[in-house]
């Protein structure tokens, strides 16, 4: 199956989440360049990473759900099962 066109990008400006009480020790960089793809809008992740976290740091890579389809990083929410538990840990999160 060929696409004639790439999808519209989501709203995906270059401004990340802004850290709430829930991320208090957590050290938030938003809007992350890690890759460009031919014709595509930049791909773009949120990193959170725990103040109290050693170098080098684990990262856990979250990846919303969506099935492709649609979804954001944006709405990936600190609150998740796993997130909460990785920060905790030391770990940073990467929500792609």
Same mark, same amino acid.
């Given at each position: 199956?060929?696409? %004639?066109?790439?999808?519209?990008?989501?709203?995906? @400006?270059?401004? !990340?989440?802004?850290?709430?009480?829930?991320? &208090?020790? /957590? *050290?938030?960089? +938003? +809007?992350?360049?890690?890759?460009?793809?031919? !014709?595509?809008?930049? $791909?773009?992740?949120?990193?959170?990473? =725990? @103040?109290?976290?050693? *170098? =080098?740091?684990?990262?856990?890579?979250?990846?919303?759900?969506?099935?492709?389809? +649609? +979804? %954001?990083?944006?709405?990936?929410? =600190? !609150?998740? /099962?796993?997130?909460?538990?990785? $920060? &905790?840990?030391?770990?940073?999160? &990467? &929500?792609?």
């Amino acid at each position: 199956m060929s696409v %004639s066109q790439p999808f519209p990008p989501p709203y995906d @400006d270059a401004a !990340g989440p802004e850290p709430g009480p829930d991320l &208090a020790g /957590v *050290r938030v960089r +938003g +809007g992350v360049e890690y890759a460009r793809v031919p !014709g595509f809008r930049p $791909l773009r992740l949120d990193l959170y990473v =725990p @103040d109290a976290a050693r *170098r =080098p740091t684990p990262v856990v890579v979250y990846v919303h759900g969506g099935a492709f389809l +649609g +979804g %954001s990083r944006r709405l990936t929410h =600190p !609150g998740t /099962v796993i997130v909460p538990g990785a $920060l &905790a840990a030391g770990w940073a999160v &990467a &929500a792609v």
